[in-house]
């Protein structure tokens, strides 16, 4: 069965410095993978994604994500954090048309 | 252009009764989904309308859950003899094109939820 697993469920990170927020997945064929954020009361806003082609991908946010087959992982990367990055972020991969998501990992910025 | 919208934005109702959210795709989104999310299963796939073609309705946790999607728009999410555990932020969510070879056919607009409050 398919699964998307994101082994950190919070992250506290200085404002300036970088972030990397963790996904691995479990998945038969290539996967689709994405990267959601959603901030305190509002829906999800897709960050990026992944279909095929080049393995590195450049979303919206100054954010990007790698995908390592051999690894079965897709990592989400920011190299300078904003206070505005404050918020949950999701993993998730298309199952026959249906998203399935990892439990989020929330991330808090300090000054 | 618009997002995908939902009503009520909070709904609070008393356990056993029924309630309806509605949700709003964006315009010419063939794609329809619904998700919950609650503090102890997190994001949840409930049901996918895609076209004309017969729900995915696999991920619906119990019979007292159905969706219909009037005139491949507009979709209502029924909750009948509510109970305390259905408490969560139901999600909706559309995708637009029909051709899985096209680039945007996975991407889903997710509106702001409804949140669901049963006491």
């Known amino acids: 069965a398919q699964s998307v697993t994101q082994p950190d469920i919070h992250i506290t990170v200085s404002e300036g410095a970088s972030l990397e927020l963790r996904c691995n997945y479990s998945y038969g064929a290539t996967p689709y993978l994405f990267w959601y954020v959603q901030s305190p009361g509002q829906g999800l806003q897709l960050l990026l994604k992944?279909?095929?082609?080049?393995?590195l991908v450049q979303g919206i946010k100054g954010f990007e994500a790698e995908f390592k087959r051999s690894q079965s992982s897709f990592n989400l990367r920011k190299p300078s954090v904003h206070w505005s990055d404050a918020a949950e972020y999701f993993c998730a991969v298309d199952s026959w048309g249906k998203l399935q998501f990892g439990a989020g990992t929330q991330v808090v910025v300090t000054p | 252009g618009a997002g995908v919208s939902q009503s009520p934005s909070n709904k609070v109702t008393e356990k056993g009764k029924d309630v309806e959210l509605r949700c709003d795709p964006i315009s010419g989104h063939t794609a329809l989904y619904w998700y919950r999310q609650s503090l102890g299963q997190g994001l949840e796939f409930l049901i996918y309308f895609q076209g004309n073609s017969a729900p995915d309705k696999s991920g619906l946790p119990s019979d007292r859950f159905s969706a219909e999607r009037t005139g491949g728009s507009v979709s209502t999410l029924t909750i009948q003899r509510t109970q305390q555990e259905d408490s969560a932020v139901y999600l909706c969510?559309?995708?637009?094109?029909?051709?899985?070879?096209?680039?945007?056919?996975?991407?889903?607009?997710f509106g702001p939820g409804t949140r669901l409050t049963v006491t």
């Open positions: 969510a559309s995708s637009s094109p029909t051709d899985p070879g096209l680039a945007g056919f996975y991407e889903q607009y």
């Open positions: 992944y279909f095929s082609g080049d393995t």
